[in-house]
């Protein structure tokens, strides 16, 4: 008897998660049952016809769709948050329900009415990546609908999924519908001073190994306007969530919370390179300055400062001199250096590759001074974070820091690591000093203003992390993680539990190491068994975690707060 042969399809799927269904279901189960009926009847059903779409299973607080389009896919997720948050609005906060909603696109197994395969689990575990309100999807859908829906995402990275081999790119959809339902504030205020958000250029010269030289440029560029005091400047990590988007720049201006914003694009070939950089009044449109340049390569710094001098010029009606800084003598170690930073703190294995590409260009130019900055930090990570030996890699790091700070007084990066570094040898005075130089040198520094606040937690001034780490927030709208693990950590200190949980419970930071402070929250506001369950999920990761062992690795200034954080871990049942 002929084996029967395997059906599979091409489809975009999409799964849908009912948040908090337990909680849901215990308080008012008959209750709850009815809601989640009604919905599906008034809108999820009616959303699926609309969008060709066909519903494949029920499975009590989810539900799988298929669909011949991505388009048609997405554009049914966030139609589906939008009118499910509408009809949350007649209800209390306790029976409202809130969804999580992940789509990919690839291969699955035909079985009957039902579906299989990696298509269909890629799909469940993007769903259950994303917070409450949230639409997750997978690279392959953003590579079918990034210029045909009206709409924004933003690129959460390479995410490692639960029986998924390979680490798999993910973007979330940023929609203002969606945003204004969830109950998100509206637009950015606008500062006082003159902002400006720098958008990562274009690489045109045909060669997509040239994309870091690129993304080199645009992070100087940013670097270089931050240093003016008299300029609001939106920090690298959140404009680089535009790139490769076609989104108009009113939105991105209204989403950023700035007045203007700079676009360009380079090419690079045979030692030359030609840039093109325009700058926009994003709220009339018009053009302000534009201006090509073709330079040799070696000259590639000197552009740097005309721009920057330009748009300085343009928007604050007066040229600033700067102190000037240690600009690399060798193109090659630059390059080395700006694939190396690029690689820092995304891995182990990453960190690993971006210490020898600083190596190498220390060893191309031995006084550049971002190389031996970039690396200090690396060698703190490689024992504090990644679980490298300590000794020798804590004093070399100081060592290189302190370096760095020489070779370039003027860089607020190198002031920032150092600053950073000796905190944790607990040299306050020169800690403090170095923090208070970079911040004077660059006050847009948004790394900088998250990273002292955790030090003004440990020295027992919470109310002062807190309005730090906002100000990060402002600089920085769409920040990596860590800055939510710092304002969790600072409000726990403030010892406000629920605004702690809220914020750990950001799908940016969720299930790294802030579970910690989760569960210490979670037990201070006694709701035990969650508090107990956080931390038994931080202990699976972290398995050689004691609480004497933290407490005696943290540069605390103020015993009061050690107390207060050793009282939460004991109460969430961490070991001691």
């Known amino acids: 008897m002929a084996e029967e042969r395997v059906q599979r399809r091409l489809a975009a799927i999409l799964a849908a998660d009912v948040v908090g ?6 308080a008012d189960e008959q209750g709850t049952l009815t809601v989640l009926k009604a919905r599906r009847r008034d809108i999820l059903v009616p959303l699926i016809t609309r969008y060709r779409g066909r519903l494949v299973k029920v499975m009590g607080d989810g539900v799988l769709v298929e669909f011949a389009s991505a388009v048609d896919a997405v554009q049914c997720a966030i139609d589906l948050q939008c009118s499910t948050a509408d009809a949350n609005d007649s209800l209390p906060d306790s029976k409202r329900v809130i969804l999580r909603i992940g789509i990919n696109l690839g291969d699955i197994i035909v079985d009957g009415s039902d579906l299989y395969g990696d298509g269909v689990n890629v799909a469940a575990r993007l769903e259950a990546l994303g917070e409450p309100g949230d639409i997750c999807v997978s690279g392959s ?25 390979e680490p798999m790119r993910v973007y979330r959809v940023r929609n203002l519908a969606i945003a204004d339902r969830k109950g998100e504030t509206g637009p950015l205020p606008l500062p006082s001073e003159p902002s400006i958000a720098v958008l990562p250029f274009n690489n045109m010269s045909g060669d997509a190994e040239q994309d870091v030289f690129t993304d080199g440029l645009t992070e100087d560029l940013i670097t270089d306007l931050s240093r003016n005091a008299s300029l609001f400047v939106i920090a690298r990590h959140s404009t680089f969530a535009y790139k490769g988007k076609s989104i108009d720049i009113r939105l991105i201006a209204r989403d950023l919370g700035v007045r203007y914003l700079l676009e360009g694009s380079a090419r690079r070939a045979a030692g030359r390179v030609r840039i093109n950089v325009q700058l926009i009044d994003a709220v009339s449109g018009a053009h302000l300055w534009a201006d090509r340049f073709d330079r040799d390569l070696e000259d590639i710094f000197a552009v740097q400062d005309e721009v920057t001098a330009k748009i300085v010029e343009a928007l604050v009606g007066r040229l600033v001199t700067q102190p000037p800084r240690n600009r690399p003598n060798s193109m090659e170690a630059y390059d080395l250096c700006v694939r190396g930073r690029a690689l820092i703190g995304i891995s182990p294995k990453a960190s690993r590759e971006s210490r020898l590409l600083l190596q190498r260009a220390i060893a191309l130019d031995p006084d550049y001074a971002e190389a031996h900055r970039l690396l200090a930090f690396h060698l703190w990570q490689a024992w504090a974070q990644w679980g490298e030996p300590e000794v020798p890699n804590r004093l070399v790091a100081v060592a290189m820091a302190e370096k760095a700070v020489k070779l370039d007084p003027n860089d607020a990066g190198c002031r920032f690591v150092l600053g950073h570094l000796l905190a944790y040898e607990r040299r306050w005075p020169e800690s403090d000093a170095e923090f208070a130089t970079a911040l004077k040198i660059d006050p847009n520094y948004a790394d900088a203003w998250a990273d002292l606040s955790d030090f003004s937690v440990l020295s027992g001034k919470p109310a002062t992390a807190i309005e730090q780490v906002e100000k990060a927030l402002r600089l920085n709208p769409h920040p990596p993680g860590w800055y939510y693990w710092d304002l969790g950590f600072a409000q726990y200190a403030a010892r406000r539990y629920e605004s702690a949980v809220v914020t750990l419970r950001n799908e940016a930071t969720y299930r790294t190491i802030s579970r910690r402070v989760l569960a210490a929250s979670l037990a201070q506001l006694g709701r035990t068994s969650e508090a107990r369950q956080e931390g038994g999920l931080f202990m699976a990761s972290n398995p050689h975690f004691t609480i004497s062992q933290w407490a005696a690795s943290q540069p605390f200034r103020d015993q009061a707060t050690r107390d207060h954080f050793i009282d939460g871990y004991r109460k969430a049942g961490l070991p001691d």
Do not use: H, W
Request: net charge positive; aromatic share 10%.
């Open 21 to 26: 269904y337990s909680r849901l279901m215990e």
């Open 141 to 165: 859908v953003y590579d079918q609908v990034k210029r045909k829906l009206d709409t924004g995402f933003d690129d959460l990275g390479l995410k490692s999924l639960k029986n998924i081999t």
